[in-house]
């Protein structure tokens, strides 16, 4: 496994390599962190010096100065000193990821549908004996409909007529997606779900649908709840204030979303490309933090969108929603959450994930190196060693590097691959030193030397 | 076999190390750095255990310390991904299975006895509280425990929204519905052997069992506040507060703005929440009828325990406390239990003292839904079910028992339904059910012209109507 041109490094016999016995390393961990404060103590101090002597420099200039100007000029000093210092720690601490992927909202369509009333089966109820203990009118029509559907009444009469009338599609999508009244949103959601899984259900009777809402329709909703589609309009969260995330109404979006990718193979309700264009926004979401909560809803959502391709379709897919991730996410953490995000427990999601990590590696480089063997030898290249080495960005494509194998499906028949990774991490794990003190210097060395076990296991 | 035991060590002191260095160094516990640790060990035992096709099981160290972590619940990005891990966990590697012995066709309980458990429960009740402290490692759930969690998320319900945006609340409920996915897990093959052997030992041995047997807590007061709590926890979705409360604007302009994440997933989970204390409640319901079936059998010795039935108490719960009867026929939604208890509770008014019949027993033609309807078409007796229950109360049972046995009717096939109660459902067909029902509010109306039929008593007509008219 060694490579006999390297450098002879002591760190190379680390017990950690020959056998991974972990005793030694857990002290080691614990160590560095001793080392990280003590690494801060002598910034300070450093910091501190420097200041007594720019203090005393200062003081042979200004000699004649009254006393209380040298006061001020050393408490702003002294300040500057302790910005310096927050500057230094901070810049030690990787910020969170987190993108603002919502924006302004719009205005929400109307929800008054004044074609309700002419539903055969009010027309037939109006006539009917039982009116007389009900006493409906045509013009509480929509608030009895509501009843009806809150309760749940709607849905039973539904599955027992077998067919859903186009007015009536037409207006619980609506409040399912638009309405500001929660138990309102949620039943209609519910009512949704029920007839489209009557579809897919092995013992249910399918229900006659007579209107389908298109992709436009799922995008539409997106663009009011103020999502930004525009890769380049999506900001740091950090960087603004007023974020303040899509309407409660996401959550019904997000469960219908699912239940309707999954009739595709009954019916086609949607195109290969609008699938390709919800499983990227649906990756979109996950890099919001205020959707966090969700993720159990959007791991679900994208699971489907994802399983709704036929083999074919994913064939011709994948690359497309990993191109489409790659040129939205920023370079930072949030691309790694992006690759995080998707599941990777099925043959699919291992795919995608890998695409899309080896997607945004190639971002990366700026399309200098578009082939694997390329991004490796330039990943070789990087010398640790010196000064200037961003060890940020090296954590970056430690991890992505490593989910790009990881998921590789041919990895294991790539040995010049193989080989190359595997000299990469121990670039990373061995030339950095434990004392290394530069920012993040010591993470990179941590996940490498830990990912280097991995590969001596298999 | 025993390089998989050294990979497993290995795998297991890695992992851990993961976290260990942030975990002692506690000056630094909060900070950004440990959450990250935290982050890193999460995604490491996924991608060891999950994500492989053949992984290895986490060991008992590991899913403690991703339990701890959901526990702990230092921010909803750990909360989340220590819930999603722990329930895939629990998905790929079950602690208790059926396997299809494929020799003779015959099938078999596995136990895997080695597995991480979250609670602390045994069927010895005569063990000392001390000695169980001290055998407990810090942090499991004993009956106690799983009662006071229980506690802390009722109390919050009964607080404003703004003052439920709270991390901590969420990830409690988080617990709550792993500990019971864990439950279940447990239970349900076991009830399965138990429904082909009609062996009790297959469910005496169940967690839930033990759970409920256990003298460390009063169960009669777990049921009543597990019943209290899905009650009180329903009223936001299902639109019961105050409007002013939970509209959307007091959820959106919280003063605490970095509560914006927990806010908007605040309603789902609470919405999970009851699904799930609703399953819990089911699964005992269950136990319930089988404990009662093997000891009809014979197979219930003293040790057992004795537990008054669930329904029981929400039958007794239900007739003292009126005022939670429409919040919990709104939210409980599982159409055959709840046919049952309308039913039972009914019966208690509809029929006379002399032939009132133990459940247990009670398969006559009286005790069905379509029996109580039957009792309401006379005006005298109509008339003296209205003076013990008021109209209101009637027509929302009514209206409600109605619904579930259309939806039931509408989850077909009926037959196929496992351990379906044939006395509620009769043969009656929904039509005649339809007709039953119309009849009965008329008879209200006869027996009393002034009464207002409630709003859900008009859907409950209109939907009845339909169904007589199309048929």
Known sequence: MMDVDEPLDFELEDSLLINPVVSNKRKKLMGLDELLTEHYKEQSKLIENEAKKQAKAQKTYDSDEDKNCKEAMLASLLDDCQKQVKAISSGEEMSEWGLCVFGQQKATPPLSFPELGSWSNFQSFMNNELNSLVGLTSEQVCSFLEGLLKNGWLLRLILKCGRVEKTIAVWTFSLMLYSSKEELRSSACEFWCAILSSKIQIDARPIEIDWYPNYSELKRALEIYGFLFNSSSSISAENSSDCKGPPQNIITWIKFTAVYCQIRCKQSVLLTSDCQELAAVIICLFLDRQLQGLSVLMRDCMQSVISSFTDEEWINSYSRIAKSVASRVPLDLNCLRAVQCISGVDTRTKHLKSVVAFEILVNCFDDKVANEEGILTWLISINVKEKSCDFFKMYIYVVLAENWLRYDEMFSEKPVIREMWGLFLRNCSCQISSTDLRPQASKVRNKAAYLLQGIGNS | ?471
């Not at chain 2, 640790?37 to 008992?60: C, N």
């Not at chain 2, 009609?198 to 049921?223: A, D, G, H, Q, T």
């Not at chain 2, 003292?320 to 009914?346: A, C, G, H, M, T």
């Not at chain 2, 032939?355 to 007796?381: A, H, P, Q």
């Open chain 2, 1 to 471: 076999m025993e390089k998989r035991k050294i990979n497993r060590g290995c795998m297991e002191a890695n992992t851990l190390a993961i976290i260990d260095s942030s975990a002692e160094f506690y000056n630094h516990k909060d900070s950004q750095e440990a959450k990250d640790d935290r982050i890193d060990f999460l995604e490491a035992v996924r991608t060891t255990s999950i994500v492989p096709e053949h992984g290895t099981p986490p060991t008992k160290k590991m899913v403690e310390a991703v339990f701890q972590i959901l526990k702990a619940g230092e921010s909803l990005e750990l909360i989340m991904s220590s819930y999603e891990l722990l329930n895939e966990i629990e998905n790929r590697f079950p602690r208790v299975y059926i396997s299809e012995s494929s020799g003779n066709g015959s099938r078999e309980l596995v136990v895997v006895k080695e597995a991480w458990l979250p609670f602390v429960v045994s069927l010895d009740v005569m063990s000392s509280e001390k000695e169980t402290k001290r055998r407990n490692p810090p942090g499991l759930f004993d009956p106690n425990g799983f009662h006071e969690l229980l506690l802390g998320i009722a109390e919050m319900t009964y607080k404003t929204i703004s003052q439920r945006l709270d991390t901590k609340f969420l990830g409690n409920m988080l617990l709550f519905q792993y500990l019971v996915n864990v439950l279940e897990g447990d239970f349900v093959p076991r009830i399965n052997m138990y429904k082909e052997s009609l062996n009790w030992n297959f469910l005496r041995e169940c967690l839930l069992n033990m759970l409920l047997v256990s003298r460390r807590i009063n169960y009669k007061v777990l049921m009543k506040d597990c019943l209290f709590t899905i009650c009180s926890l329903c009223q936001d979705y299902a639109g019961n507060r105050n409007e002013s409360d939970c509209s959307k604007t007091s959820i959106e302009k919280s003063p605490e703005n970095h509560n914006t994440d927990v806010a908007i997933a605040l309603l789902e989970v609470q919405r999970t929440t009851c699904m799930a204390m609703q399953k819990f409640m089911i699964m005992i319901m269950e136990l319930d009828e089988s404990k009662q079936q093997a000891s009809m059998l014979g197979q219930i010795n003293r040790s057992d325990g004795a537990r008054t039935q669930l329904v029981e108490i929400i039958l007794d719960e239900l007739t003292y406390y009126r005022k939670v009867l429409p919040q919990f026929l709104q939210v409980f939604n599982d159409p055959k239990r709840k046919l049952e208890i309308i039913v039972q509770y009914l019966l208690k008014y509809t029929s006379k003292p002399s032939v009132r019949t133990r459940r247990s027993n009670g398969s006559s033609e009286d005790s069905s839904f379509l029996g109580i309807l039957k009792s309401f078409t006379e005006i005298s007796s109509t008339k003296n079910i209205i003076k013990k229950l008021n109209v209101e109360v009637v027509q929302l049972l009514l209206a409600h028992a109605f619904l579930a046995y259309t939806s039931m009717s509408s989850q077909q096939p009926l037959s196929s339904m496992p351990n379906c109660n044939e006395a509620v459902i009769a043969s009656s067909s929904l039509v005649e059910i339809s007709k039953n029902v119309a009849a009965a509010f008329n008879s209200l109306r006869k027996a009393d012209e002034k009464i207002q039929i409630s709003s859900l008593g008009k859907e409950a007509l209109f939907t009845a109507a339909m169904i007589i008219s199309t048929s």
